[in-house]
């Protein structure tokens, strides 16, 4: 198996302390014996969830619509012509309009099917039984999977008590780690980290290390451009910007996502060549990227959706986690845990996220839907609260 992995990588594995038993998992991880780990945790937990048709799905981060009417029909035309293998350069017009759009050059951009394969292929790259990860907790456990898969060690560390990553104390929680992991805004709390301690993880990270930076919501956030960190990939520096188009642009089963950083960053984590989107993906989320009076109509219906649920949790005298800046709210329940709610909502017919953050066990995640979603949400809440 460990042929599927190029001479050059395999080098680099070995040099970072892989044994060869190490390398066959790698190998194996993305060649499909453990394809699994290269799915994203929500897509995991949807696949469970077949059961789900017909109730209120506010637990996967979905947005409540799909992809937008511009980005259909360039979709459906490159279909059409799916006969050859690339008939218009779909990924390229994709790569070139993100490249326009994010001021990032072309050879600093890489196209993959969805974002969540991306971060467990990072972790290859950048992590080994003696170069660890560190994130935030709570924070997006996806790139845990692929951490434990290959042995690096995991370090967890709180949000501050204003819910911002604690950068001072991740760098401390491992100063000699492989990859530091920040999700701006971050999946479960929506909260944000400002940028200057992002800056200042990534100006005293050790060498060698890479800072990732998720920014699979930042579409929603009303200060996007301006609070990206693309201007560090500008500027040269040892970072991954991960974006995705499972969030505003409503195609999460579609399956497209993109990285910016250095192009020899990107070229060692493509591990392996031929993971792109398909034509039909990227031809819908290139014309998607530029709906600029969608977006922003999609941006301003989620903050008035997600106004009105929190103002409802907070008038029932529940604590609310925020501000949230994304598609999605934390309430503490306190009088029962994220597992137990989970299960009343569901008999409710109403679907709320799993539990997945241990550090938070009292403490549940509602995915901002439609205004009648959040509506039976908030209906369903004052029944289950009486
Ligand atoms: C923070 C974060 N990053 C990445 C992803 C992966 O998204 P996808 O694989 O659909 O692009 C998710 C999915 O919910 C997420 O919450």
Redesign the pocket.
């Known amino acids: 198996m460990t042929h599927l992995i190029r001479e050059d990588i395999k080098d680099d594995l070995l040099s970072r302390g892989y044994s060869r038993r190490q390398m066959f998992r790698t190998a194996m991880m993305f060649a499909g014996g453990a394809a699994a780990l290269s799915?994203?945790?929500?897509?995991a937990f949807a696949a469970d969830d077949d059961a789900a048709t017909g109730i209120v799905r506010v637990g996967?981060?979905e947005c409540w619509a799909g992809p937008m009417a511009p980005g259909l029909a360039a979709g459906t035309a490159a279909l059409a012509n799916a006969n050859r293998y690339s008939p218009n350069g779909e990924v390229e017009k994709l790569t070139k309009t993100i490249s326009t759009l994010e001021n990032v050059p072309v050879d600093h951009i890489a196209t993959y099917p969805?974002?969540?394969?991306i971060?467990s292929r990072t972790i290859v790259a950048y992590c080994s039984p003696t170069k660890g990860m560190v994130m935030a907790d709570p924070s997006?456990d996806?790139p845990t999977r692929a951490a434990k898969f290959i042995n690096a060690p995991v370090a967890m560390v709180p949000l501050t008590s204003d819910y911002r990553h604690d950068v001072k104390a991740m760098l401390a929680a491992n100063p000699n780690a492989g990859m530091y992991y920040v999700?701006n805004p971050?999946?479960p709390t929506g909260t944000m980290t400002p940028m200057a301690e992002i800056e200042w993880l990534v100006d005293n990270k050790p060498a060698g290390a890479v800072v990732l930076i998720?920014e699979?919501?930042i579409h929603w956030t009303t200060e996007f451009p301006n609070n990206t960190a693309t201007h560090l990939v500008r500027a040269g520096k040892e970072v991954i910007i991960?974006r995705?188009?499972?969030?505003i642009f409503g195609m999460?089963g579609a399956?497209?996502?993109y990285l910016m950083a250095q192009p020899d960053v990107l070229k060692r984590v493509a591990l392996f060549e031929g993971d792109r989107p398909t034509i039909p993906t990227a031809a819908c989320a290139n014309a998607s990227l530029t709906a600029t009076a969608l977006i922003d109509a999609r941006r301003k219906e989620l903050i008035e959706n997600r106004a009105m649920t929190v103002d409802y949790l907070t008038k029932r005298g529940l604590k609310v986690i925020g501000p949230s800046h994304g598609n999605m709210v934390m309430v503490d329940w306190k009088i029962k845990t994220a597992k137990e709610m989970g299960e009343i909502y569901k008999a409710r017919g109403v679907q709320i996220a799993s539990p997945r953050w241990p550090s938070w066990p009292t403490v549940g995640r509602i995915s901002i839907g439609s205004k009648a979603e959040m509506e039976a949400f908030c209906s369903a809440t004052g029944k289950i609260l009486t």
């Open positions: 799915v994203n945790t929500e897509m996967l981060n969805g974002s969540g394969g971060l997006y996806n999700v971050n999946n998720d699979a919501y991960a995705t188009f499972s969030k999460a399956r497209v996502g």
